[in-house]
């Protein structure tokens, strides 16, 4: 979208329409001054953009102001902003192209810093990655070998079955995996960040966590390789039943697949399923399938028991508000993007 249309685009829908169409405008509008070479003519239309209407203005000044904070952690990212301008790169030029555009938005927003990039988000991963899942979205896919994957919200993996080994890469979310017969007898492996869990004839999920990745067997064995083990040899064998977290380093919190709170293999069925969960908690699952959730520190340690169905997150909202002294608002993040915000009932 050119910077002039997204502005008109601003006036023509409601506030919180307005809000993102500005903030497309301002990105679009630094990456042409700043990395197209813009001419004279481009300066101009730039300079009668910001002057338009003072929400350009501020929304431009925030936008420079970005690149020196490089505390803020990447979930503060626009991402339905970052999306739409990787999506205006078109299908038809394909991940390259898309790649392109990420290494200019990263130098972007991290003015050159290392701390946090636009690449590394979450909607990025998807964007790249072979399949993925919008928010919300569950999604299986039939694997080469005949096995299933199944990819939960907001999740992204590249697959890969034509060389020595089969391997699935997990990007981003979490995948649940049904080993499939090879006629080579390749080994099977699901990459994360923090090493590989090889499938040993075997139905298992992994979930990607900011610190660690999660592994639980439901069925056969899983061996787990840090990724810094080098050679060595597995550093834990998951029987069914059993979990544990991955690190680069080594592997811990080795017990029973599921977790007092959580039954993790719910979402499977579409599913939030919970016992005893502190609501601060339960309400940071949720938002992984309706959006951004902020908990008032008021009632965060109030307890959320039951089977919560995930095809319809408000509904799962009203219904706290009836078992809970809890009430709602939805608002907006700086940039436009929505927020519920749970708060006490006054």
């Not at 300066?43 to 490089?70: I, K, M, S, Y």
């Not at 959006?291 to 009632?299: E, K, M, Q």
Request: proline letters at 5%; glycine letters at 8%; one cysteine or more.
């Amino acid at each position: 979208m050119n910077p002039d249309r997204a502005s008109a685009a601003a006036s023509d829908g409601g506030a919180g329409a307005a809000d993102a169409a500005v903030l497309d405008a301002a990105i679009q509008w630094r990456i042409k001054l700043q990395y197209n070479s813009a001419d004279a003519h481009a300066w101009q239309a730039f300079d009668t953009w910001l002057r338009a209407r003072p929400a350009h203005a501020v929304v431009w000044e925030r936008l420079q102001a970005l690149g020196a904070r490089l505390q803020r952690p990447a979930a503060d990212m626009p991402p339905e902003a970052v999306a739409r301008i990787l999506r205006e790169t078109g299908a038809a030029q394909g991940r390259r192209a898309r790649r392109k555009v990420l290494a200019s938005l990263g130098v972007l927003v991290a003015g050159g810093g290392v701390a946090w990039r636009v690449a590394d988000t979450p909607v990025a991963q998807r964007l790249l990655a072979d399949v993925s899942t919008a928010r919300g979205e569950r999604r299986r896919v039939t694997l080469p070998d005949g096995g299933t994957l199944m990819l939960n919200s907001d999740s992204a993996v590249d697959i890969d079955y034509r060389g020595a080994v089969r391997r699935i890469a997990l990007r981003t979310g979490e995948i649940y995996l049904v080993s499939g017969h090879d006629p080579l007898s390749r080994p099977l492996f699901v990459e994360t960040r923090d090493g590989r869990a090889q499938a040993l004839g075997t139905r298992y999920r992994v979930r990607q966590w900011d610190d660690h990745s999660e592994i639980a067997v439901d069925e056969g064995a899983v061996a787990l390789l840090p990724r810094d083990s080098g050679d060595a040899p597995p550093a834990a064998t998951l029987r069914a039943g059993e979990s544990a977290w991955m690190m680069p380093d080594g592997v811990r919190a080795v017990g029973p697949a599921d977790s007092r709170m959580m039954d993790g293999a719910a979402w499977i069925e579409g599913a939030l399923s919970v016992r005893d969960m502190p609501l601060a908690a339960f309400l940071g699952e949720l938002s992984r399938y309706h959006g951004a959730i902020a908990c008032d520190p008021a009632v965060a340690r109030l307890r959320v028991s039951g089977v919560f169905q995930l095809d319809d997150t408000r509904k799962v909202l009203a219904l706290l508000r009836q078992i809970l002294p809890v009430d709602t608002r939805e608002g907006r993040q700086w940039w436009g993007g929505k927020v519920t915000r749970v708060l006490a009932r006054s």
